[in-house]
């Protein structure tokens, strides 16, 4: 039973071998997160309730998923086989807290540009200005390419096709 560190009682269930306080922090930041997301959930699904028909299938399908990956979440953080232990999170540096920023901004710089370009055209220089952001290698840049273009033809199929929302002047044949 030598280097074997002890079970203990911990905020993350019983017989749990966290010995580390900021570990702890995670699964707490983990769990508030969930229950804020969830508990944001209700208010903007009866929100989403004033929107014609089609239009408040698209919000809500993503609350619903939204609820159900902080359920996730919450839950995974009291099992203690699959607590999000040392998995990088919680970490307090600039550039931790700055890639996601980043990424924020320049997502909504692109959403923005929609209305002054081609939705195409702006989510191609959005996918190659997170290409440094994200850290993408050149190995790699063929399957990011890959996955760009099909989630550009997802989002343009599902505004275009099923939400009937134009995204650019390029309509399919028959819309």
């Not at 969830?38 to 929100?47: D, E, F, H, K, V």
């Not at 309730?49 to 609350?63: I, Q, S």
């Not at 050149?138 to 990011?144: A, G, P």
């Not at 550009?152 to 939400?163: I, T």
Request: a neutral charge.
């Amino acid at each position: 039973m030598e280097g074997r560190e002890p079970f203990r009682l911990s905020a993350c269930g019983p017989l749990h071998p966290l010995t580390h306080e900021p570990e702890l922090q995670v699964l707490w930041v983990n769990r508030i997160t969930g229950a804020v997301l969830i508990a944001l959930t209700i208010p903007l699904g009866r929100i989403s309730g004033d929107y014609p028909e089609m239009a408040r299938l698209f919000p809500r399908l993503l609350l619903i998923l939204i609820a159900f990956l902080a359920t996730i979440m919450i839950v995974r953080s009291f099992i203690p086989a699959v607590a999000p232990v040392g998995e990088g999170e919680g970490v307090q540096s600039l550039a931790a807290l700055m890639r996601p920023l980043i990424t924020f901004g320049l997502l909504l710089v692109a959403i923005a540009a929609t209305a002054y370009s081609d939705f195409f055209i702006a989510m191609i220089v959005l996918s190659a200005l997170l290409v440094p952001v994200l850290g993408i290698r050149i190995r790699e840049w063929l399957s990011y390419a890959f996955a760009c273009l099909v989630l550009m033809l997802f989002v343009y199929g599902l505004f275009v096709m099923f939400l009937k929302v134009p995204l650019t002047d390029l309509q399919p044949p028959g819309f």
